[in-house]
């Protein structure tokens, strides 16, 4: 087995010891990334160019299609029943009058439901993408309250929803665990994300401590959360000659694909999948039941089936983000110095999952310290599966770690900013390995300066009338990742004496602007204008599997292009031939200049695209390459990072907590393209507002049922919650990745709970460690 | 019955159950309107009725017969795009685009309600007439959720582009 392929093992999740010992110790140069994409230095092109969105003008005159907006000739409507006991079984099913109602062409059970294979869950393979170790419709067996269990079609919504709840249901309730002190009666283990275990040992933590002359030993806890994307979930699907076609909202259209394709026993290419607008992910719009009962039901029905989620129905179908109790505690010197680290604590998940909210992540490179101990342990509770929600682990543990350094600043005496600095490492404290970009101190210098930091006061200090004043921050950080998969399909068509270029990625747009993006990178990759750039993307026919998880998209989309560039280099100095300017030369020694190839040191020898293909009696030419195994993640710590300063105004009388300032002071690699980057940085801080302040999803702890299963008892953060957010980044480039960017979805949400919190302290005097900080804690 | 949509006249729905939203979606094919909830709580699915913004997740078609009703598929367009359409791509106040066109709609029916002289909750004077400060658009605006964090873009939007004169 060559390196390569080890490395590809080792980068699907397969980490071997063997492998996480020999990419650190390979030379850069056999690394992606060990030679800095020349894109990097390229400083006048369209990358750094503030654009507008490419897909502005269809949202906003309301043409662009969701995937409750595709019609097909027979369609019938879809509406879901749901149990109403946390765990047993179904015993009677009195469907008589739903049957019966107008309208109706199916009522679909577990009983009538057709034979399905059980989903792969998230994990169990590459491309599994399950929500849940579980059956779904094939038994009279109930896992949480709120499952669906029937579907029922009709000619339309309205008699589809009444005839739902027409249906009865008997059950034969089985012991069931909801609440938290009984699930962690029934034991705890320890916590598995991706195939590692949440588990960090270095030095003697505890010990240290005990010796340490200052210390914080805090414990924080934060509610279950869920994404509460503006678009409900849903589905079109019909059967055609015996394969599925799903209009559906995902984000991850090609794993998606694949695991419905197995639950219908379908090879790959028998399943149609597109996504071309997702309205908001988050993590939340991937593969629940829905998906396959609507499949399932237009089986049976042999019509195609709308299928849309109400509001409520996405609580009871769709997990969110599970509730966390974390200890941190730190031991210092006088002078600042972490002697220890402890960050520990529990996460609840599923018997039928294994999400633990891995919220140590953001502390394994954060602080330099000579011992540490990272654990994340769960509990099990029967309830709907747990899922990644923005910045999984990060946006609660920077909460509990960012709030506990506040707390040792005020403890010390020392600035807050100053004591990050102070232990700032030069190294990942906990892997060793060099950080392959670093500049979280240039974050919080020019950070705290336009913040306008130094006129902190301090605890309780500041008044405006009955309002409270005070300043907080916190550190926010992610890591960059890329997954292994991703390919790029690369089109040149010849229109005369010009090409335009089609660039395909099975990638989602959700929002984030990846399609613009897309189209700048492949522009300047090809030396081509924007306007010559279509993008491909929403579609799981496309070649590639790339997920818009793990703020990864972007750096899987770039490595997918440059690997797919080279290859049409070399395709079209074949097409080229003995009589071009470029003969003789190999693909090294050229690259794209200006709509053609030029000879990279003398590019007097060029040839254009169009020449070439004209020449060469070609209307097109198409490559599809693999983007390289991304093993940059095992030779370089690969982080981006902020610091986020905040001022609040907390009410003296009511206890209310206004957000008056805030600022991101950001350092993510280079900016493809400020305008959209902008956008995203701020919507993760916003909904990091919504985490700190008022963001819950009540669980009912006798019978496991979600309180508030709608946008009128789940608060989120409206216009008026939402300050002018300031945004600044560093823009320097990371030297081992493609454009030298990083992902930016998930940052923006890190670290804003713990720099609220750390201001309502320092407005009031006040130190709450239970999210969200609702005004009767401050009362 | 007829309803008058975006100046066409159209049936109602032969089932008295049915919303307008679900009317205009499934019905007449006008899918810009979004449904994020059904109840209300969201604004998703904001449309005017007679310039007024109403949400028509809460309102059955049928008792709009007679009633001028416009989408954002009807906005009055400079060129393509209704000057706030336009304003929205410019300030990038939208992502994933869904919340949009709710947005738009609620936005211009807001501004009606301004120049109308409608006191808001953060209006300090109830007689004074209306100046829509930014304060005063953010709470006008509080009924339009958004998700993906677009409230600041939404916001220039609004107030580069529409009813200058009312503007602080």
């Not at chain 1, 010990?207 to 002359?213: G, R, T």
Request: hydrophobic share 40%.
């Amino acid at each position: 087995m060559s390196i390569v392929d080890t490395a590809k093992q080792a980068a699907q999740g397969l980490v071997q010891g063997a492998m996480t010992k020999l990419v650190p110790l390979a030379p850069d140069s056999w690394i992606p990334g060990g030679r800095p994409d020349p894109l990097i230095d390229r400083k006048h092109g369209l990358i750094g160019t503030p654009l507008s969105r490419r897909d502005g003008a269809v949202k906003v005159k309301g043409e662009a299609r969701f995937a409750a907006e595709f019609r097909h000739e027979g369609m019938v409507y879809a509406a879901l029943a749901h149990a109403a006991i946390p765990r047993g079984r179904i015993t009677e099913i009195d469907s008589a009058a739903a049957e019966a109602a107008p309208g109706v062409v199916l009522v679909m059970t577990h009983r009538n439901a057709p034979r399905m294979n059980k989903p792969g869950v998230f994990g169990s393979s590459p491309t599994a993408v399950g929500s849940a170790d579980l059956s779904i419709l094939q038994d009279d067996r109930v896992h949480w309250n709120g499952q669906p269990i029937a579907c029922v079609l009709a000619e339309t919504q309205e008699q589809a929803d009444h005839a739902a709840s027409l249906l009865h249901f008997s059950y034969a309730a089985e012991p069931s665990t909801t609440s938290l002190d009984e699930a962690k009666a029934n034991g705890i283990e320890q916590g598995v994300f991706m195939g590692q275990p949440l588990l960090n040992r270095i030095g003697d933590a505890e010990a240290a401590l005990a010796a340490a002359p200052h210390v914080v030993d805090r414990r924080y806890r934060t509610p279950r959360h869920n994404h509460n994307a503006i678009e409900p979930h849903a589905a079109t699907i019909l059967w055609v000659d015996g394969e599925l076609v799903i209009h559906d909202a995902s984000q991850m259209v090609t794993a998606q694909a694949q695991t419905i394709g197995a639950v219908f026993d379908l090879e790959p290419g028998q399943v149609t999948l597109t996504s071309p607008y997702v309205g908001g992910g988050f993590g939340c719009k991937g593969l629940w039941d829905h998906q396959i009962i609507g499949a399932a039901a237009a089986k049976l029905a042999g019509r195609p089936v709308r299928m849309t989620l109400s509001r409520e129905g996405v609580y009871r179908v769709v997990g969110g983000r599970t509730l966390t109790e974390q200890r941190v505690a730190i031991g210092a010197s006088a002078d600042g110095a972490f002697d220890t680290i402890i960050h520990s604590g529990l996460s609840i998940m599923t018997p039928h999952n294994n999400m633990p909210e891995p919220f140590i992540l953001g502390t394994r490179p954060a602080y330099a310290c000579p011992n540490i101990t990272l654990q994340v342990e769960v509990a099990r509770m029967n309830m709907l599966a747990n899922t990644f929600m923005r910045a999984p682990g990060e946006a609660v543990g920077t909460f509990a770690l960012e709030s506990a350094i506040d707390e040792l600043a005020v403890d010390l005496g020392l600035d807050p900013v100053a004591l990050r600095i102070r232990n700032e490492p030069d190294k990942d404290p906990t892997s060793g390995l060099p950080f392959s970009s670093r500049h979280i101190v240039d974050a919080w210098r020019s950070g705290a300066e336009r913040f306008g930091w130094a006129a902190r006061g301090a605890p309780g200090e500041r008044r405006d009338g009955e309002w409270q004043v005070g300043m907080g921050c916190a550190t926010g950080t992610y890591p960059y990742y890329r997954m292994p998969g991703a390919q790029a399909r690369i089109t040149l068509i010849r229109e005369g004496k010009a090409v335009r270029a089609k660039i395909e990625v099975a990638a989602a747009e959700m929002g984030m602007g990846t399609a613009t993006t897309t189209a700048i990178v492949g522009a300047e990759r090809l030396a081509l204008s924007m306007d010559r750039i279509e993008v491909g993307y929403g579609d799981a026919s496309i070649p590639g599997a790339i997920m818009a998880g793990g703020s990864q998209q972007t750096a899987a989309i770039g490595a997918a292009i440059i690997a797919a560039h080279n290859a049409l280099v070399a395709e079209l100095l074949k097409l080229a031939g003995n009589d071009s300017p470029l003969a003789g030369l190999s693909a090294d020694d050229v690259g794209s200049e200006d709509g053609g190839l030029a000879k990279l040191d003398d590019p007097d020898r060029r040839e254009s695209y169009a020449s070439i293909l004209a020449r060469a009696q070609r209307d097109s030419i198409t490559v599809t390459e693999a983007a390289s195994p991304p093993l940059e993640q095992l030779h370089w710590s690969m982080h981006s990072h902020s610091a986020i300063f905040c001022e609040v105004r907390v009410n003296a009388v009511t206890g209310e907590t206004r957000v008056s300032r805030i600022l991101g002071s950001f350092d993510c690699g280079r900016i493809l393209n400020p305008k959209t980057a902008r956008s995203q940085f701020r919507g993760g801080i916003i909904m990091g507002l919504g985490l700190a302040l008022m963001e819950e999803t009540q669980f009912d702890e006798r019978n496991g049922r979600v309180m508030n299963p709608s946008l009128a008892e789940y608060h989120i953060p409206v216009h008026l919650d939402v300050p002018e957010i300031d945004v600044i980044w560093t823009d320097n480039p990371d030297p081992h990745t493609p454009m030298g960017a990083h992902g930016i979805g998930e940052i923006g949400i890190t670290g804003v709970a713990a720099a609220v919190a750390n201001a309502i302290y320092n407005a009031t005097g006040k130190r709450i460690r239970d999210l969200p900080i609702t005004l009767d804690k401050l009362l | 019955m007829s309803l008058v949509i975006n100046g066409n006249a159209v049936a109602g729905p032969s089932d008295p159950r049915v919303s307008l939203l679900d009317h205009l979606r499934e019905t007449l094919h006008l899918t810009g309107t979004k449904k994020g909830c059904n109840q209300g709580a969201c604004g998703a699915c904001t449309v005017l009725v007679d310039g007024e913004r109403i949400l028509s997740c809460l309102a059955l078609a049928v008792q709009y017969d007679g009633r001028r009703i416009t989408t954002i598929e009807g906005l009055d367009a400079v060129g393509d795009l209704h000057p706030l359409q336009a304003a929205f791509i410019e300030y990038d106040a939208l992502q994933c685009g869904y919340c949009t066109p709710g947005q738009i709609c609620s936005a211009i029916g807001m501004v009606a309600e301004a120049q109308r002289g409608v006191p808001s909750h953060v209006s300090t004077d109830l007689a004074a007439g209306v100046t829509l400060t930014r304060a005063e658009i953010q709470e006008r605006m509080s009924g339009n959720l958004c998700r993906c964090g677009a409230h600041n873009g939404i916001i220039d939007a609004i107030r580069a582009t529409m009813a200058a004169e009312i503007m602080a």
